[in-house]
């Protein structure tokens, strides 16, 4: 399942795909304990890319040993 998710983050690896006003508000806010389904910001389908962009660049993380959902909990990196 891990190897399975991490394809599908890498996905999401390329910067350019995504804006930097976006990526720069979701670094800027405090996602720990957002889910990717409720983020705090619009549009989510945007949202949630960027998101799954910056897991990719380890800025958060979410248990990988499971499906990745809507449901899945982002934690801050320590």
């Known amino acids: ?12 690896r390329c910067k350019w795909l995504f ?9 800027a806010i405090d996602l720990d304990g957002a889910t990717l389904g409720v983020l705090p910001t619009e ?11 910056l897991l990719w660049q380890q800025y958060g993380r979410v248990d990988l040993t499971r499906p990745l959902s809507l449901r899945h909990t982002l934690r801050r990196t320590s």
């Open 1 to 12: 399942m891990e190897l399975e998710n991490v394809r599908f983050l890498a996905g999401h």
């Open 19 to 27: 804006d930097q006003g976006v990526l720069d508000q979701l670094c």
């Open 43 to 53: 549009p989510t389908a945007l949202v949630r890319s960027a998101v799954l962009h």
